[in-house]
């Protein structure tokens, strides 16, 4: 965003954009809720609390959830559901998610409910964008969620709204969300009949999550194209498969983009090119630079409309009077909405081209080892023979990339039956999005492994390289020593792995 947003006013869940997103998520904007938007969501309420009294079932309210739907609750059982609802299923395990990913399920939940389909009260509303607006970030854990829909996470995701559970402290630490009601001078959320079950019901933490990992994705690929650059140098690679010429014979705009991208990394370049043509794995850089970049916008497009979606089960919708029968109040609709199988395929869409990404890195290294190919030393060795050169950085290279392959296969396949057969099919979003996460990081590694050895490359040859290429090289060499024979690599590895990790590029 090129300007910060200090407020976003909601109304409907078409209102929430990617900037407000962003805005409210990241930059701690202020969320306001339109007078109409609280006065449909009040009369929703009202017209579901009137149908109930008539008699009608309602799963999750007036019945037990899951398996337990065959069994009807009394009064006083289901005005405690809600409560136990949110305590009896956060059964999440591992390592924290990012603090935004709980704010962003937090305004997913918050954006849904706007269209009044949830039946939950105005109150429940204000109380999410007052925690929004107070900087709450629930502490959500990343592993365990095999489930269909979310109730796993979106219960560690809502449990503070009731001061239950974790959220992340003002220091980033991780604290009880008691101690966060006492230090922030409020009090917990007491949910309502059906609140409980709309909380967890549909998406909100899936998509917040892929959102962020887009995010993080976006980072090492924008990286992922000045090392290549790097590599073009040290390889003295022809460079017309990255201009206009070539772009305009492929119909993928990302492809141009790419190809753009390289060339202003390569701005400024005094590099004698080669005469022949560059290996394959040179000359298809933007083509699979550009498919990572087109996997990447559709996964974040189709978190942003899981965002905006409302996959509550069942859903209510009211009665219109030009519509409905006389006396009619509304009906509930039971439906599959919270089954995030769209944003899965684009997760794992993203994960293959990630993957191709990493591969891609690890070919162009080792043709920088390759004399036939760059006219340097054979492995970049100092004294050949007695020197070794970079060859085992190839092989440490390929060793990632036997990893990152596995993350490739489909696990959005890989089901089972819960609650004796009531579940009996998950879209598995959460393992996608864990194996999503384990690409972006290893693509990033494999990048680490071929900067190290272009700088080298780009060394021994001597020549001006790209204004762009030669910041980066001469980053790299304030923290890893210019190359002058065999020295143990792993130290100036992890050193480059780091840099690359904290998007320095």
């Not at 650059?229 to 983009?257: R, T």
């Not at 869409?349 to 340097?376: F, N, P, Q």
């Not at 492995?379 to 950085?393: K, P, R």
């Not at 990152?404 to 296969?409: D, E, H, K, P, Q």
Request: aromatic share 4%.
């Amino acid at each position: 965003m090129t300007e910060r947003v200090q407020r976003v006013q909601l109304d409907d869940a078409s209102d929430l954009t990617a900037d407000m997103y962003e805005a409210i998520v990241y930059d701690g904007a202020m969320v306001t809720l339109t007078a109409n938007a609280l006065t449909r969501v009040d009369a929703s309420r009202a017209a579901f609390m009137a149908l109930l009294e008539t008699g009608v079932i309602c799963y999750g309210v007036n019945t037990g959830l899951g398996a337990m739907s065959t069994m009807d609750l009394t009064a006083e059982q289901s005005a405690a559901l809600p409560r136990h609802t949110l305590l009896g299923r956060a059964s999440g395990t591992g390592p924290i998610l990012p603090a935004p990913v709980g704010r962003g399920a937090m305004l997913a939940k918050l954006t849904q409910f706007l269209g009044g389909r949830s039946a939950v009260g105005g109150e429940l509303c204000r109380a999410l964008a007052a925690r929004l607006n107070r900087g709450m970030a629930p502490a959500i854990p990343a592993h365990g969620h095999g489930m269909a829909g979310e109730i796993i996470p979106l219960s560690h995701a809502m449990q503070p709204l009731i001061g239950e559970g974790r959220v992340f402290a003002d220091d980033g630490s991780i604290q009880s969300a008691k101690d966060w009601y006492a230090e922030h001078g409020t009090v917990p959320y007491a949910p309502l009949w059906k609140e409980g079950l709309s909380l967890i019901s549909g998406t909100g933490v899936g998509p917040a999550w892929a959102w962020h990992l887009g995010r993080e994705a976006a980072v090492v690929l924008a990286t992922a194209n000045l090392v290549a650059a790097c590599s073009i140098e040290g390889l003295a690679a022809p460079i017309e498969p990255y201009g206009d010429l070539a772009a305009a014979i492929n119909p993928n705009a990302h492809v141009a983009m790419m190809s753009t991208d390289l060339r202003r990394h390569l701005a400024g370049s005094a590099v004698r090119r080669q005469p022949r043509q560059a290996p394959v794995s040179y000359r298809v850089t933007p083509q699979v630079h550009g498919v990572a970049a087109e996997a990447i916008e559709r996964m974040r497009d189709a978190a942003l409309a899981d965002v905006r979606a409302n996959g509550d089960n069942p859903a209510f919708f009211i009665a219109e009077p030009a519509t409905s029968a006389p006396g009619e109040i509304g009906t509930l609709i039971n439906s599959g909405n919270f089954h995030g199988a769209a944003l899965a395929a684009r997760v794992e869409a993203a994960t293959t081209a990630m993957v191709h990404l990493g591969i891609l890195a690890e070919k162009r290294l080792y043709r920088l080892l390759d004399d036939r190919s760059t006219g340097l030393s054979r492995q970049l060795a100092v004294d050949q023979g007695l020197d070794a050169g970079l060859i085992s950085v190839h092989k440490s290279a390929v060793g990632h990339g036997a990893t990152l392959r596995m993350l490739a296969a489909p696990v959005t396949v890989m089901q089972a039956d819960t609650s004796f057969g009531q579940e009996d099919v998950e879209a598995m979003v959460f393992p996608a999005l864990e194996r999503f996460d384990a690409a972006v990081h290893l693509t990033g590694v494999l990048l680490a492994h071929e900067l190290f050895v272009a700088t080298i490359a780009i060394d021994e040859r001597g020549e001006q390289p790209g204004t762009d290429v030669e910041a980066l090289r001469r980053r790299v060499r304030r923290d890893v020593a210019p190359y002058v024979g065999d020295r143990p690599y792993g130290p100036d590895l992890d050193a480059v792995i780091e840099l690359i990790g904290r998007g320095a590029p």
